[in-house]
């Protein structure tokens, strides 16, 4: 059975009147990418820095690393890294003296230090900018060597606090090989991301938070399960073939302007054959064949907007 990074059972944050964490479960197996997701506002910095032990929490049972959170904290401390939403780079100085800056506040020798920060500089393509000034990198720069800071510990465990907002694609996706790169290490990362696409290709487990409570967690694809909405979408350059369609298929929805119709589906293997199918015994072809399955876009929309009622499975994670 594999073991747990983080496990929390009923986390709960208040300030003052306003509920943040309500009593949340979470479960993060080692080695892999969690993501939680939230609109802003949602608890997703909160439960950041309560697993961080830079906050303390109102109630839960919380282990991260293997630790009690409340009964041992500077053990969990030493076990993880954090990269947060604002980049701890020290501008003033160059990318290697940040690095070196680390390595003192971790209590390294002088020449590990060293050795550490030229290896993290090498892995993150900084090698010939480690002499420049931090101001003058770029925000993918920054972000990389923000991250190559947090490894100079070596943690087993990352809190990604939104790392790639404010990125160009490529810088993102640059970030993304690296993310990548630690868990292939062995390394667990607590993500989180405004980005649904980030979550999609990373996570192996997400969660969505809305008004402080899990309203579903699992892979991508099964939260995807979750949301009505799949369907193929046939359309004709004839007007008698499109007739002729939405005769023989039934339960469609026309769409008389464009000559299209659209079917309920899954976007199975299986439908789509039974669809063509029935097309083919009538003797007709569709001009153009689209489908159409819910995305993480509509599982967000859906979970978190208005009138969506958030519900958390619970699960025993210690």
């Known amino acids: 059975m594999t073991s747990l990074a983080i496990a929390a059972n009923g986390l709960r944050k208040s300030y003052g009147d306003k509920v943040v964490l309500d009593g949340i479960d979470l479960a993060v197996p080692e080695g892999t990418v969690f993501s ?34 409340g009964a041992d904290p500077q053990a969990v401390r030493a076990a993880i890294g954090v990269t947060g939403q604002f980049s701890a780079v020290d501008g003033l100085i160059t990318g290697e003296e940040n690095m070196f800056l680390m390595a003192d506040l971790h209590h390294l020798p002088k020449s590990e230090g060293r050795r550490v920060a030229a290896d993290l500089l090498e892995r993150f393509d900084l090698t010939e900018a480690a002499k420049k000034p931090a101001s003058t990198y770029s ?9 190559a800071m947090t490894l100079v510990g070596d943690p087993r465990i990352i809190f990604l606090d939104e790392p790639t907002t404010g990125l160009d694609p490529r810088s993102r996706h640059n970030m993304w090989q690296i993310i990548r790169g630690l868990v292939s290490d062995g390394v667990t990362v607590f993500l989180t991301t405004q980005y649904l696409e980030e979550a999609d290709e990373l996570a192996d487990r997400i969660a969505v938070l809305s008004d402080g409570r899990i309203a579903a967690q699992g892979t991508a694809d099964e939260l995807k399960r979750l949301i009505p909405g799949g369907h193929v979408r046939l359309r004709f350059e004839d ?22 119709l659209q079917l309920p589906s ?46 958390q499975p619970k699960e025993n994670v210690r």
């Open 139 to 147: 925000g993918g720069m920054k972000r990389r060597l923000d991250l």
């Open 36 to 69: 939680l997701l939230g609109p802003n506002g949602a608890g997703k910095t909160t439960a950041v820095k309560i697993l961080s032990t830079l906050i303390t929490a109102d109630a839960g049972d919380l282990h991260v690393g293997g630790h009690d959170l």
């Open 239 to 260: 007007p008698r073939g499109y007739e002729a369609a939405a005769t023989a298929l039934r339960d469609v929805t026309r769409d008389d302007d464009a000559l299209a």
């Open 266 to 311: 899954d976007g199975s293997q299986r439908e789509l054959r039974a669809i063509l199918d029935r097309l083919d015994a009538a003797g007709i072809e569709a001009d153009e064949l689209t489908v159409h399955t819910p995305d993480l876009d509509d599982v967000f929309f859906a979970l978190t907007g208005p009138g969506s009622v958030p519900h």
